[in-house]
Each structure stands twice: as structure tokens, then as C-alpha cells.
């Protein structure tokens, strides 16, 4: 399984791009049955986790997104979307999709998101 980010690029203030992240090579029911995360890493700081989705479809957000930005899944697609709305120059960093399905773990490359101020 490979997790294929796409979407990014540069972004205006307020700008609503969405990012994909598509599992290559998962079968559906294990990509339906899986928990998936959106992370970002700013230049220089951490990598922090900003939206989560449970096997469930239940979704938690963190503070600075909460709001803003949506994760959801296309099960059909196997791929997990990241809508970004009302962006902020703070928005700014490399996000990268994360998947458990079953027993591992798989993360994408990154894909890159700059806001323009």
C-alpha cells in the first residue's frame, strides 16, 4: 500500500484548496475499516496532527483548524480528502496523510501548502 498525496501548491489568504491522499493498493474494506490523519509540519517545527478520522467516521480537529477545515473519505476512491477553508498564512507547511489499516501504519510523501499573506 502506498498513500499518494495531491492537491497542494501555493494558496491566497483565505484561499479554500483541498489536498487528497490516495491509498494505491489497499482493498476497500480494509481502507473503509481504517483510521486515517492529516499531519502538518511547519519549517523548523514539529510534525502535529491537525484532523482525524476514525473507522467509525467520527473526525477530531485541532484547536488551530477546528472550524476550517473538513477530512472525509470516498471509500469508493480509497481516498481521504483534507478541505481547507479560510486558509492563513500560519496554514503554511508540508501535510501529510496517515493510515492504520489493521495492524500497519502507512504515511504519504508530504505534500506541500503555502499561503500567500
Known amino acids: 500500500v502506498q498513500l499518494q498525496a495531491s492537491g497542494g501548491g501555493l494558496a491566497q489568504t483565505g484561499g479554500s484548496p483541498r489536498i487528497s491522499c490516495r491509498a494505491s493498493?489497499?482493498?476497500?474494506?480494509?481502507?473503509?475499516?481504517?483510521?486515517w490523519e492529516w499531519y502538518r509540519q511547519g519549517s523548523g517545527k514539529q510534525r502535529d496532527v491537525v484532523a482525524s478520522?476514525?473507522?467509525?467516521?467520527?473526525?477530531t480537529y485541532d484547536d488551530a483548524v477546528k472550524g476550517r477545515f473538513t477530512i472525509s473519505r470516498d471509500n469508493s476512491k480509497k481516498t481521504v480528502y483534507l478541505q481547507m477553508n479560510n486558509l492563513k498564512p500560519e496554514d503554511t507547511a508540508v501535510y501529510y496523510c496517515?493510515?492504520?489499516?489493521?495492524?500497519?501504519?502507512?504515511w504519504g510523501r508530504g505534500t506541500q501548502v503555502t499561503v500567500s499573506s
Open positions: 478520522m476514525a473507522s467509525d467516521g467520527s473526525t
Open positions: 493498493g489497499a482493498i476497500t474494506s480494509e481502507f473503509r475499516n481504517g483510521a
Open positions: 496517515k493510515g492504520a489499516m489493521y495492524s500497519s501504519v502507512y
